[in-house]
T-cell receptor
Framework: AQTVTQSQPEMSVQEAETVTLSCTYD???????LFWYKQPPSRQMILVIR??????QNATENRFSVNFQKAAKSFSLKISDSQLGDAAMYFC?????????????FGQGTTLQVKP | EAGVTQFPSHSVIEKGQTVTLRCDPI?????LYWYRRVMGKEIKFLLH????????ESGMPNNRFLAERTGGTYSTLKVQPAELEDSGVYFC????????????????FGQGTRLTVV
């Protein structure tokens, strides 16, 4: 069974600085997707960024980028130029590319605090 | 376009009572998922509908939980009778059904229903 681990329950960053959130996963599959979701205090989860395992290039979305290390099964999220609106809980998630269900397997989450 | 909507946003019930949560997916999304996050733990998959059919219900914790999606539109998740350990946030998500190639697409989440059983 696949598992996702986020070892940082809480992180803080100064506004305008850079922060990296860690995520490791375990799977025997070679084809899958990885995601970072953001859940602000209003509680609706929003997709931040996704990575397809067969793509070697790290995904980027504006100030958000990932460091995908397939062999190490690591998928960290880097937030550059942090803004107050980035404060939220961040979830790393895995999804098999082969499964018909499309279900996501989540990590425990990391609460990010942004200090002004 | 409306997003995924969940009702109610909060519910406080006594142990032994029944609660029904509702999820309205994005129009046209055949995939509908239920997830649950118990306090301090990871979000866990409960089940997956494709239209009105249950594709995967491997995450349902026990037979006190009943999910339905009549007509393939909105879905309900009933907990009867509720127990203290059922407290948590219940999320619903929906996505388009892609029939060819790499299946399934991005899932959009609702705001969740915070259930407290006292």
């Amino acid at each position: 069974a696949q598992t996702v681990t986020q070892s940082q329950p809480e992180m803080s960053v100064q506004e305008a600085e850079t922060v990296t959130l860690s995520c490791t996963y375990d799977t025997s599959e070679s084809d899958y997707y990885l995601f970072w979701y953001k859940q602000p205090p209003s509680r609706q989860m929003i997709l931040v960024i996704r990575q397809e395992a067969y793509k070697q290039q790290n995904a980027t979305e504006n100030r958000f980028s990932v460091n995908f290390q397939k062999a190490a099964k690591s998928f960290s999220l880097k937030i550059s130029d942090s803004q107050l609106g980035d404060a939220a809980m961040y979830f790393c998630a895995y999804r098999s590319a082969k499964s018909n269900t499309g279900k996501l397997i989540f990590g425990q989450g990391t609460t990010l605090q942004v200090k002004p | 376009e409306a997003g995924v909507t969940q009702f109610p946003s909060h519910s406080v019930i006594e142990k032994g009572q029944t609660v029904t949560l509702r999820c309205d997916p994005i129009s046209g999304h055949d995939n509908l998922y239920w997830y649950r996050r118990v306090m301090g733990k990871e979000i866990k998959f409960l089940l997956h509908f494709v239209k009105e059919s249950k594709q995967d219900e491997s995450g349902m914790p026990n037979n006190r939980f009943l999910a339905e999606r009549t007509g393939g539109t909105y879905s309900t998740l009933k907990v009867q009778p509720a127990e203290l350990e059922d407290s948590g946030v219940y999320f619903c998500a929906s996505s388009l059904l892609r029939t060819g190639g790499r299946r399934n697409t991005e899932a959009f989440f609702g705001q969740g229903t915070r259930l407290t059983v006292v």
